[in-house]
């Protein structure tokens, strides 16, 4: 398969909660992205993180990398109804290949 | 705001034809993708360019699937002839990559294919 394992595949929690997305991989990476789909349109990059890095943050996003396992979580903060997508965990292994995750689908609840 | 325009963003057609999607990446961007998303499969990379090589297409059905970049602002994904499985929505992707850098990729809104 050419995805890599993202748990949960669903999660739904209450406005206000924090939400956090798991992303495990196979291969060794230059690097990992995250990414959201709303629902009818494209992907959007949302985050980052080389190899090198451990932690990194943007806004309400923080994503952690660890390496020795083989495994990247995204954490939103202080959910919101408008953070309701799916998101996906995307690696470039050599030669610019990007192969994403299978996604994790998040409700928000008001 | 520079996007990724793929047409058409809609297609039904029947089994045994001819399908071409065409994708316009950001201009400067020197890679470019292909995914198919499937609600089984998810996101599965069927292609993708440097400079308008093309680099891996090991993700595609070659008997059926052909993707090619005529020029720079160009990216072309064939299918001939369509099958009802290959229903799904068909992502562009472009980015920036040199040496061991590379951009996020920029998506387009996708074409969704139907084959009856």
């Known amino acids: 398969s050419q995805q890599g394992e993202e748990d949960p595949q669903a999660l739904s929690i209450q406005e206000g909660e924090n939400a956090t997305m798991n992303c495990s991989y196979k291969t060794s990476i230059n690097n990992l992205q995250w990414y959201r789909q709303n629902s009818g349109r494209g992907l959007v990059h949302l985050i980052l993180i080389r190899s090198n890095e451990r932690e990194k943050h943007s806004g309400r996003l923080r994503v952690t990398l660890d390496t020795s396992k083989k495994s990247s979580s995204l954490l939103i903060t202080a959910s919101r109804a408008a953070d309701t997508a799916s998101y996906f965990c995307?690696?470039?292994?050599?030669?610019?290949?990007?192969?994403f995750g299978s996604g994790t689908r998040l409700s928000i609840r008001p | 705001d520079a996007r990724v325009t793929q047409t058409p963003r809609h297609k039904v057609t029947e089994m045994g034809q001819e399908v071409t999607m065409r994708c316009q990446p950001i201009?400067?961007?020197?890679?470019v993708f292909w995914y198919r998303q499937t609600m089984m499969q998810g996101l599965e990379l069927l292609a993708y360019?440097?400079?308008?090589?093309?680099?891996?297409d090991s993700g595609m059905p070659k008997d059926r699937f052909s993707a090619e970049m005529p020029d720079a602002t160009l990216a072309t994904l064939k299918i001939q002839p369509s099958e009802p499985r290959d229903s799904a929505v068909y992502f562009c992707a472009s980015g920036f990559t040199e040496g061991n850098y590379n951009s996020p990729l920029h998506f387009g809104n996708g074409t969704r294919l139907t084959v009856t």
């Open positions: 995307a690696r470039r292994s050599s030669a610019s290949k990007i192969i």
């Open positions: 201009l400067g961007h020197n890679t």
């Open positions: 360019f440097r400079n308008r090589a093309p680099l891996d």
